[in-house]
């Protein structure tokens, strides 16, 4: 594909820094999108750019001359009537002539008759319905999930996760950039949805054992109670029915636990495990880290 360039919204997340990352190292031109294109730190040759999605009129000035896009809201879910992140991006898309979207979603997409499901519904059937060729990613529980627990493991030894017995099988971000930068390149991934998982399952205690182990230090678990977890997502804002259908599907789905062969087929390379994405951060939970 010639060479052109590519627009990352959500260029400061763990998906999306890495997308930058794996864009720069392979010598395309690549345009990070930001709030705050003078604070965030990107690796030389990368143009940082303003855009607001709660700022419609800021959009178009970054999609300029954009032919590839990859879309990322960082919108709550439920936080207003539409996904209007979503909507914004995709209309700015349009108005710029993009030739290809590749779009940051969940792993059940629109799936299920919850808050979820219905938010998702909409935001994935604005980009398959928009007129340009797109590609949908579908990734489970990330593994950068973890990094919640830094503060605790700062303080001591004790780590309070909600949740801790629900297995999923966790995915590193930087497998989901790879093969949104597959999607992005190449003309192999058009108008198909993808989902994604990591390479073996774990619950978020298989998880902490791991972490330990690649820390080298004794970690100790405690389950925060349902209603702890609930009253901490509503007091993070959270709307109640979607705190309702986080929890239905925690407790009583299956949702992410499905082992998938999509990362190592299109990557051509087993997909990473949390064993090795806790040793390349480990640096990230240790005390030293804080200063």
Known sequence: MASSVILVTGATGHVGGALVAQIVAH??????????????????????????????????????????????????????AHPTHDLHLVQAAQRAGVRHIVKLSVYSGGAGDDAIGAWHREA?????????????????????????????????????????????????????????????????HRNVAYQMSGPEVLTPEGELIVLAEALGRPLRLVESPIDEARAGMYAAGMPRPVIDAIVSRVLEGREGTELLPTVAQI???????FAQWATAHAGLFTRTELH
């Open 124 to 188: 994935e059937a604005a980009v398959m319905d928009c007129g340009i060729d797109w590609t949908l990613l579908r990734p489970g529980r990330f593994m950068s999930n973890a990094l919640h627990w830094a503060q605790m493991i700062h303080r001591g030894d004790t780590v309070r996760i909600p949740f801790a017995h629900r297995p999923a099988a966790p995915i590193d971000p930087a497998d989901v950039a790879a093969v949104a930068f597959a999607a992005l390149t190449t003309h192999d």
């Open 267 to 273: 990557l051509r390379q087993p997909p990473t495990t």
């Open 27 to 80: 010598d395309q031109p690549v345009r990070a999108m930001t709030r705050r294109p003078d604070a965030v730190a990107v690796p030389p040759g990368v143009q940082a750019v303003y855009g607001d999605c709660d700022d419609p009129t800021s959009l178009d000035a970054a999609f300029d001359g954009v032919d590839r896009a990859f879309l990322m809201s960082a919108q709550a879910t439920c936080s207003a």
